[in-house]
């Protein structure tokens, strides 16, 4: 007999960030991982220095300026998580919340054709590694953002990127996350962001 048929395979799921389907296919996806019995840790990696780069900490900000119920967040725009740090911030909240599923949260470069798409996936997250930064994998899960297309000088198209593409990934993600803290499908219509919610 095949496991394959008793057991599930967990799958990514990817979408842009303009699909209408994305909010309530992306909740059912991530909330169908996280067990019911652990706290929820999201670690939104990243820095306020490249706009590319601080999709993480953008999100970070709006979810700590509201009422959360299940989510304790790491990574803000004012107290960022980056590769300086990674290393201490993980043994911390590994000290602080030591069974708790955790959602890292990173910006990442991909085709061109690819760009604005919000990937969720059941897999560690490897910061860094469009930079070729050696840094340990984190997280039972990873959201990322695509927020401009890989190749060359990675850092200086990291620098360079729309910092209104970032910001619509971010009400995005930070909307999805809310809705898993509440434990609601998302609503959200085109016009609505998470700033607003």
Known sequence: MSLKRIFTK???????????????KAYETISSWIPDDREIVVLCIGT??????????????????????????YGTLESPVHAVNLVERMQMIAEKHPNAYIIAIDACLGRT???????????????????????????DAQITGIVNASGDMEYFVLQNTR???????????SALLLAVDRKQVPILSPDTTAAEN
Do not use: W
């Not at 306020?48 to 967040?73: C, M, Q, W, Y």
């Open 163 to 173: 910092l209104h593409l970032v910001m619509q990934i971010a009400y995005k993600i």
């Open 10 to 24: 967990k799958k990514e799921f990817r979408c842009d960030y303009q699909d209408p389907l994305l909010m309530s």
């Open 48 to 73: 306020d220095r490249s706009t590319g780069d601080a999709l993480g900490p953008i999100i970070g900000s709006f979810l700590t300026e509201k009422a959360l119920n299940r989510l304790h967040v």
């Open 113 to 139: 054709t690819s760009i604005g798409s919000i990937i969720v996936s059941p897999t560690p997250l490897r910061p860094g590694a469009a930079l070729k930064k050696n840094l340990p994998a984190v997280g």
